[in-house]
């Protein structure tokens, strides 16, 4: 089964501030992966999907990079919304898909 | 407009079989690279997929609760249903059935969660 590790399990910043978080898989999933934000009770929402496309609606202040094993979601320049917690997810055509443990974005 | 809503007991045994059902509406399951996955998430822990199926029946299951999981659909009620055989009270959780995109290889839109707390 693939894993995918999260870094940092939490991460502190302010408004304005240009946010990097990362997702590691255990194996290459190509360009499978996907990232969502969740919040406070609510179901995750869709940010990216194929490691770097921005799902529908979504502010082109969030992008995504990355292929293979390495991906990476950044949010230039954080708004007050955007405080959640992250998930990234692969897609494996035999086993199915997982989802990391999450990154919290907190504000400093 | 595509939306999904679980139903189901909101309170079960240990040992006991549950049974979810997702309703959906604003796509066919019958429709190809349409699919529909369950997520769950216990209380303050991460995302964990269950299981999927695909317009064509196809079926997928997480390696780890394969034997403990059946996902059917029935295409005219525009419902998929899960079945988790054994319930414990790890398996206390908010069940989510999620519209996969086959072109995107994610989930685009999600219903809104029904929690399930399995206690004696």
């Known amino acids: 089964e693939i894993v995918l590790t999260q870094s940092p399990a939490t991460l502190s910043l302010s408004p304005g501030e240009r946010a990097t978080l990362s997702c590691r898989a255990s194996?290459?999933?190509?360009?499978?992966l996907a990232w969502y934000q969740q919040k406070p009770g609510q179901a995750p929402r869709l940010l990216i999907y194929?490691?770097?496309n921005r799902a529908t609606g979504i502010p082109a202040r969030f992008s995504g990079s990355g292929s293979g094993t390495d991906f990476t979601l950044t949010i230039s320049s954080l708004e007050p919304e955007d405080f959640a917690v992250y998930y990234c997810?692969?897609?494996?055509?035999?086993?199915?898909?997982?989802f990391g443990q999450g990154t919290k974005l907190e504000i400093k | 407009q595509i939306t999904l809503k679980e139903s189901g007991p909101t309170l079960v045994k240990p040992t006991q079989t549950l049974t979810l059902t997702c309703t959906f509406s604003?796509?066919?399951?019958?429709?190809?690279?349409?699919?529909v996955g369950w997520i769950r998430q216990p209380p303050g822990k991460a995302l964990e997929w269950l299981a999927l199926?695909?317009?064509?029946?196809?079926?997928r299951y997480s390696p780890s609760l394969k034997s403990r999981l059946t996902i059917t659909k029935d295409t005219s009620k525009n419902q998929v249903v899960l079945t988790m055989t054994n319930m414990d009270p790890v398996d206390t959780a908010t069940y989510y059935c999620?519209?996969?995109?086959?072109?995107?290889?994610?989930?685009?839109?999600w219903g809104q969660g029904t929690l399930v707390t399995v206690s004696s």
């Open positions: 997810q692969q897609r494996s055509n035999w086993q199915g898909y997982t």
């Open positions: 199926i695909y317009w064509d029946d196809d079926k």
């Open positions: 194929d490691a770097s």
């Open positions: 999620a519209h996969l995109s086959i072109a995107a290889r994610a989930f685009d839109y």
């Open positions: 604003g796509f066919s399951l019958s429709t190809s690279g349409v699919g």
């Open positions: 194996q290459s999933v190509s360009s499978y």
